[in-house]
């Protein structure tokens, strides 16, 4: 997939791979659903993957324009 430079919250432009962070999302998933979770690392873990789901959102639906104006060139 692609990567693209996004904003981090300390203002510097950093990477976005997508492919990584549908990992990460599959990671915090699997850390949300066990037992033993604290609160607040729940509460941060959500954030993250809110955050995560955004940008990849905000990409595929990229992606998904970039391919409308492909077939349209057909």
Do not use: H
């Not at 950093?14 to 037992?35: C, G, M, Q, T, V």
């Not at 990229?62 to 057909?74: C, F, H, R, T, W």
């Amino acid at each position: 997939m692609s990567n693209k430079k996004t904003n981090t919250p300390s203002g510097e432009n950093e990477e976005f791979n997508i492919d990584e962070a549908l990992n990460r999302l599959e990671e915090i998933n699997d850390r949300l659903s066990e037992k033993d979770i604290a609160l607040n690392e729940s509460i941060e873990l959500y954030k993250e993957g809110t955050i995560l789901a955004s940008k990849c959102k905000e990409q595929l639906q990229g992606i998904e324009k970039e391919l409308k104006v492909l077939n349209k060139e057909e």
